[in-house]
């Protein structure tokens, strides 16, 4: 898998956009971009996926750069409840079967 | 409810001892994983099976160990090899890898807790 990089941590402030950055310049054209969200000592979340287009559900928006080496996820209007996690991970799917998770950004979402 | 259950929630071990956490899910997943989690770290992949009777080592899979007998357990050891137990285990299914077009969406079960004493 390729490897991801994002901020060790970000503040939001309640009810405003949280916009959480991701690199992935290694990306491959078959690699997907995954967003999952860990709240503490919970098991992580699924939030969003896409591979070039940009992706909406009713977590949030997924924005990916044309040439695909970096994306950001958006919350349009963070929660005391969002506080969390996110991790940026990059996969194929296919054959491969091993996801690889970093560090991820802790997203504060501050009253 | 669908969805992956893991138990325990809390589990302590004694030196030397095996244990072995229980993963199961209702989702009818070819794949599932057990990843590790120390604190303030991320995931770490111990193995992960692709089907039934298959598995494979991941990252960390020494002093553990696996079975796949059915589709919908995929139960972890901890065994006494495992000179650092002390962590947070996670379970996780997954229906893409081999199905092409969607990616490989994963997902998680809450977790197990296990500790040393």
């Known amino acids: 898998d390729a490897k991801t990089t994002q901020p060790p941590s970000m503040d939001c402030a309640e009810g405003r956009a949280a916009n959480l950055p991701c690199n992935h310049s290694t990306i491959s054209g078959n690699e997907y971009v995954y967003w999952y969200r860990q709240i503490h000592s919970q098991g992580p979340q699924y939030i969003i996926h896409g591979l070039k287009n940009n992706e909406t559900n009713e977590m949030a928006s997924l924005i990916i750069t044309e040439d695909r080496k970096s994306s950001t996820l958006i919350l349009p209007h963070a929660t005391l409840r969002d506080t969390a996690v996110y991790y940026c991970?990059?996969?194929?799917?296919?054959?491969?079967?091993?996801?690889?998770f970093g560090k991820g950004t802790l997203l504060t979402v501050n009253p | 409810d669908g969805g992956i259950t893991q138990s325990p929630k809390y589990l302590f071990r004694k030196e030397g001892q095996n244990v072995t956490l229980s993963c199961e899910q209702n989702l009818n997943h070819d794949a599932m994983y057990w990843y590790r989690q120390d604190p303030g770290q991320g995931l770490r992949l111990i193995y992960y099976s692709q089907i039934v009777n298959d598995f494979q080592k991941g990252d960390i899979a020494e002093g553990y160990s696996v079975s796949r007998e059915k589709k919908e357990s995929f139960p972890l050891t901890v065994t006494s090899a495992q000179k650092n137990p002390t962590a947070f285990y996670l379970c996780?299914?997954?229906?893409?890898?081999?199905?092409?077009?969607?990616?490989?969406?994963?997902?998680f079960g809450e977790g197990s807790w296990l500790t040393v004493v």
């Open positions: 996780a299914s997954s229906n893409g890898g081999g199905r092409g077009l969607s990616g490989n969406t994963i997902y």
């Open positions: 991970i990059v996969n194929s799917g296919g054959s491969n079967y091993k996801l690889t």
